[in-house]
């Protein structure tokens, strides 16, 4: 009987497993073929991510993780224009956090420090000030308050 039960329990949790892994979605996706070290395969996910976040850090991590694929590949431009995106999102978060928690404290290391500090290297490989005010202009205006605005009522 023990060994019957035993052999219920684990085909139980061999579906329960598999139900979870189930439910990824496309940053988990691209996050995972990342650490794969196969950013180019990653590329398609973080750009659904990108495209249709389901929240306000989905879309700040996605490109974060696009600036580190193109700082990897040697791409100072795009990992510019990726991390700053990044950190566009991210401060925006932080600014609309309206309950302060360990979250909010993590994302502002993020807006504040982490990121700044890689943006700062980046400025210095890319060195044009004006293609660098080009590249922020183009997030910028991508990321308007209006497309931001979808998730403030999630943050509330």
Known sequence: MKKIMFALAMVTMTFMLAACGAQKNELDTGYALIKKGDCAGAEMYLDATIAEPEHIMDLAY????????????GDAASAYENFYASKVVTCYAVGEETH???NT???SEFCERIIPQRLAKLKSEIGDSTKIEAIEDKVDGILTARYLERFQKRLN
């Open 105 to 107: 404290y993590g994302r």
């Open 100 to 102: 302060v928690n360990l």
């Open 62 to 73: 996605a490109y974060f993780l696009k600036g580190q694929c193109a700082e990897k590949a």
